[in-house]
């Protein structure tokens, strides 16, 4: 079945730690990819995003983004976290010819001071 | 941005509810999604002007969307059972496409929170 899977839902650092999120998606057709981020008390807003081109993105916030299609991955991470990065961080695949987002489970992330 | 009414919604088992969206001016595209608890969200339904483009999302023929003047939609639930208690969040967009770089990015609302009791 398609999916977009993310693993360790829960993850505690401390600031100044590095940060990798994992995404995996088992869509056979050419997707479009993208990270969302919620805040507490906040909306869903995009982090960063792929179409096509460099597999490596840049979002807001020092986020970035690779694409390995071998892989059907797109894996987030951050050099040096701050605790307000502390939210919740959710996968995204949109198939081409399609408009609507499937959605990984999540990974909440706390950064402790 | 996308507005949502009501933020919060409790109501009894076997009752009907209705959400509102009220889009980002301009957006033709409007979506609406359903996260449960410790879920990612989930796609419903999405319209393209006020014609429902993909209703696909939709679990049951209780769950019913309008959006009948393009701009403001309304989700209704019919005779709520507890398994329907989740957020419920609307997004809009530009014209949907689903092409690659022609996609449009979409925007999300705060969500109202469904509680069946």
């Known amino acids: 079945a398609q999916s977009v899977s993310q693993h360790n839902h829960h993850v505690i650092l401390s600031e100044a730690a590095s940060l990798e999120l994992g995404c995996n998606y088992s869509y056979g057709g050419t997707v479009n990819l993208f990270w969302y981020v919620q805040y507490p008390g906040q909306h869903l807003q995009l982090l960063l995003k792929y179409f096509s081109g460099d597999p490596l993105v840049k979002g807001i916030k020092g986020f970035e983004a690779e694409f390995i299609k071998s892989k059907f991955s797109f894996n987030l991470r951050k050099p040096s976290v701050q605790w307000s990065d502390t939210a919740e961080y959710f996968c995204a695949v949109n198939l081409y010819g399609n408009n609507r987002l499937a959605f990984g489970k999540g990974n909440q992330v706390v950064v402790i001071p | 941005g996308v507005s949502q009414d009501p933020r919060h919604k409790i109501t009894k088992r076997g009752q009907n509810v209705t959400f509102r969206c009220d889009p980002i001016s301009g957006h033709t595209a409007l979506y609406w999604y359903r996260q449960s608890l410790g879920q990612g969200p989930e796609f419903l339904i999405y319209f393209q002007g006020t014609g429902a483009a993909d209703d696909s999302g939709l679990p049951n023929d209780r769950f019913f969307a309008v959006r009948p003047e393009g701009s403001v939609s309304t989700l209704k639930i019919q005779r709520t059972e507890r398994g329907d208690s989740a957020v419920y969040l609307c997004?809009?967009?530009?014209?949907?496409?689903?092409?690659?770089?022609?996609?449009?990015?979409?925007?999300f609302g705060p969500g109202t929170r469904l509680t069946v009791l």
């Open positions: 997004a809009s967009s530009l014209m949907a496409s689903g092409g690659p770089s022609s996609y449009n990015e979409q925007f």
